[in-house]
């Protein structure tokens, strides 16, 4: 077994501290999305990647399972995504005009994801929501947007209302009424947005009663905090049933779990058909490629003259390089077999590490997507009302313990395995985890 109790005893962030503290002169905070900010003891200062691993600035090695947050299915460096980059930077990367990658990359999309007659190319997760929402407003001609409290649809305004970490909503009033803004600068309320509690399929007939003359749309995260709360069937028979017969667009959210769920995303998993889907992620293997897939008569709008669809990077020739071999590596045969298999193992091999220190942490986990929540083990979460109250600095003084001990997680506890955590990492992961739940009994608080 690795002896991890040396490693966590010589592990230092003397670099990463200083060179944070240098960037932070001309970057406020010192870090380029606030997601990054929040690790302890310190954000890591990368010099390099390869693989499952990190290597930061004071020469010490990380397991990997942020992922950057996700995109990386195929870890840090695959080479089959260098070789397709690689021989497309000597063609071009930005022409200003069509091109063939287009048509392929966006075919391969249609052939995958069982909602996708059509797609339409961008950048990054927050813009394609916005895009869909648009789309949503302008097919039905009205205004109001349905979404769930917990869920997490990207940083701009109009969806940045009951997000993850903001109180449960009082549940005996989901109306129209003003919401609490995810950070500052933002409006106090959206007149046009209802927030209701996510698996209630009751409170969604109700608004809808209510409403539904005016609803453009409902929008869902696939699995909502990071595979912690499960959407139950009856739940997304209401979702599907409700919008088509009120002739709203149901909208699903795989930014997260489009391609880390299978080649058909969650929805195909859950067996739901949504009019509108929203990618990104793992469908660039790291690279910034967003997409909005779906029904076609609502995607040719932007085709007709009403809707146009702008952006400079969209369909960028590099990304799309990158996001064809990828989904060249996920049609393998296998392929989310063994991540599933693997995925599971770990998140089993937590919890029992969690329980023989006797931390009060539940592990969930959905596919190749791991929730470490501050709430006993025995605790049901089918509501993000349920998560209330969870013991969140207990999780991110387990975050650290892992860093610490050479495991990068991110500090609310996701963990984003990828193809290239083998079974001789796993065991190296689940060593160092031991360590650490170890090592975090003695140091935590009251300890």
Not at 7 to 28: E, G, N
Not at 266 to 293: E, F, N, Q, R, T
Not at 305 to 323: C, I
Request: glycine share 10%; hydrophobic share 45%; proline share 6%.
């Amino acid at each position: 077994m690795l002896n991890t109790e040396l490693k966590s005893r010589d592990r230092v962030f003397d670099m990463s501290v200083r060179l944070l503290a240098d960037a932070a002169r001309v970057i406020p905070g010192g870090v380029t999305s606030a997601a990054r900010a929040s690790t302890k003891p310190s954000p890591l200062m990368v010099e390099r990647a390869e693989g499952a691993w990190l290597f930061d600035a004071d020469g010490q090695d990380y397991i990997d399972y942020v992922m950057g947050f996700g995109p990386l299915l195929l870890g840090h460096t695959p080479a089959a995504v260098i070789d397709a980059v690689t021989a497309q930077l000597s063609r071009g990367f930005l022409y200003g005009a069509p091109h063939r990658a287009e048509a392929e990359f966006t075919a391969r999309l249609v052939d995958c994801l069982p909602c996708a007659e059509g797609v339409i190319l961008s950048n990054t997760g927050s813009e394609a929501v916005h895009m869909a929402l648009r789309l949503a407003r302008a097919f039905t001609n009205r205004e109001l947007i349905v979404k769930f409290e917990g869920n997490y649809h990207g940083w701009f305004d109009p969806m940045c209302y009951g997000t993850p970490g903001q109180p449960p909503i009082n549940q005996a009033s989901p109306a129209l009424r003003p919401h609490l803004p995810a950070t500052a600068g933002i409006a106090p309320s959206n007149p046009h947005l209802l927030i209701l509690p996510f698996n209630d399929p009751e409170a969604l007939e109700a608004v809808f009663a209510l409403h539904g003359r005016s609803i453009a749309a409902v929008i869902m995260e696939g699995v909502p905090q990071a595979g912690a709360i499960r959407p139950q069937a009856d739940f997304l028979d209401a979702v599907r049933r409700l919008t088509s017969e009120h002739g709203a667009v149901f909208v699903m959210d795989e930014v997260v779990t489009g391609f880390r769920m299978g080649l058909g995303g969650a929805h195909g998993l859950l067996g739901i058909k949504p009019d509108l889907c929203v990618l990104g992620k793992a469908i660039g293997a790291g690279y910034p490629v967003s997409a909005v897939v779906g029904r076609a008569d609502i995607l040719s709008l932007t085709a007709k003259g009403r809707l146009p669809h702008m952006g400079t990077f969209n369909g960028h020739a590099v990304n799309l390089a990158a996001g064809l071999a990828a989904i060249d590596c996920y049609s393998e045969d296998g392929f989310y077999a063994q991540l599933n298999e693997r995925s599971e193992r770990l998140a089993l091999g937590i919890q029992a590490a969690i329980d023989d220190a006797c931390l009060a942490l539940k592990v969930c986990h959905f596919g190749a997507l791991i929730s470490i929540v501050g709430l006993p083990k025995d605790r049901t979460i089918e509501r993000y009302s349920d998560l209330h109250g969870a013991d969140g600095a207990l999780v991110s003084e387990f975050s650290e313990a892992l860093l610490r001990h050479g495991v990068h997680t991110q500090a609310r506890g996701t963990l984003m395995p990828a193809s290239v955590h083998d079974d001789r990492l796993m065991d190296e992961t689940l060593a160092r985890i031991q360590q650490a739940c170890a090592w975090l009994n003695t140091h935590s608080r009251g300890a």
